[in-house]
């Protein structure tokens, strides 16, 4: 028991961050989290270093460096996000190859590894901010929606809270 407490200790926060970014959850609320899981587990290693009863606990303290190495992946290169919309890019080619041609999907669904809560073809809107581009929310919020949007990094025009780029032509975002 007192192995597999310690064990969850470590593995923890880096299984906690990876789940949220498969969520996906918004970039800098990740990253937010992502720091605080860096704090907890430097917190964690400099007590195995200093306490002399602990300094024997190597392979512990490895283990609890591998997971600090991991949490800053994630915060720097959200890796596990990138990873899983590797694996769901066809199905949204496919689905904005439907939109393309009328057929907006129902929602809320499962496109990919992601569950969709809405689809917005691209069209001009009501405030005059141009909104190119195909957009499959993951989040609908009265202040502002979070989701990827089929466009170019460099065409985003949103009231963008935060902007994560997956590739030249989808983009996770999250407006303002």
Request: proline share 6%; charged share 15%.
């Amino acid at each position: 028991m007192k192995q597999f407490l310690a064990w969850s200790t470590i593995a923890l926060p880096p299984t906690f961050l990876i789940l949220l970014s498969i969520k996906p959850l918004e970039i800098i609320s990740l990253r937010l989290l992502g720091c605080l899981a860096v704090l907890f587990l430097a917190i964690i290693i400099a007590i195995l270093i200093v306490r002399p009863t602990l300094r024997s606990q190597k392979h512990f303290r490895r283990k609890a460096i591998t997971s600090l190495m991991v949490v800053i992946s994630i915060v720097l290169f959200n890796w596990p996000l990138k990873i899983a919309y590797a694996f769901s890019r066809p199905a949204f080619n496919q689905v904005a190859e439907q939109v393309m041609v009328g057929e907006i999907p129902t929602t809320p669904r499962r496109i990919g590894w992601f569950r969709i809560e809405g689809v917005e073809a691209p069209s001009f809107a009501a405030n005059g901010i141009d909104r190119q581009g195909l957009r499959l929310w993951t989040g609908l919020h009265t202040n502002g929606n979070t989701g990827f949007v089929q466009a170019s990094p460099g065409n985003l025009k949103f009231n963008l809270w935060s902007h994560f780029k997956l590739d030249d032509t989808w983009q996770f975002i999250a407006e303002d």
